[in-house]
């Protein structure tokens, strides 16, 4: 069993998904922020599993406003950032949306997705 888990299970992930975007999106994000950084997952698709698998890194999923996020990065949906930005920024730019936040990187799809940097 445990060579089912550790062996076949990451071998058979990265068979299937080899011809997805996840790859290239965890190259993207890895390359932007240092592995030692904190990087959370806020609104996202229980299908982008296979995201943390090539992040290869510690993932925490947000389960609290975005308000309410610790420092470090945030990957999100496009659609979750702006419907933040409209409710707390009304007027300004996404990018802008709050000295809290800043938008480090976008990524287009599939599956379109926005870094975020919570600093304060």
């Known amino acids: ?15 299937n998904c080899e011809g997805s975007s996840y790859k290239a999106v965890s190259t993207a994000v890895n390359r932007t922020i240092g592995a030692a950084s904190p990087l959370f997952l806020y609104k996202i698709d229980s299908g982008l599993a296979p995201l943390s698998f090539y992040l290869d890194r ?25 419907n933040y930005a409209a409710r707390h920024a009304t ?22 997705l926005v870094l975020l940097r919570r600093s304060k």
């Open 1 to 15: 069993m445990v060579a089912f888990n550790f062996v076949f299970l990451p071998w058979k992930e990265k068979r």
């Open 58 to 82: 510690d993932v925490a999923v947000l389960n609290v406003p975005l308000a309410q996020a610790p420092q470090g990065f945030i990957l999100t949906t496009p659609a979750a950032w702006l």
């Open 91 to 112: 007027g300004l730019p996404a990018h802008s949306a709050s000295s809290q936040f800043a938008q480090v990187l976008t990524i287009p799809g599939p599956p379109a």
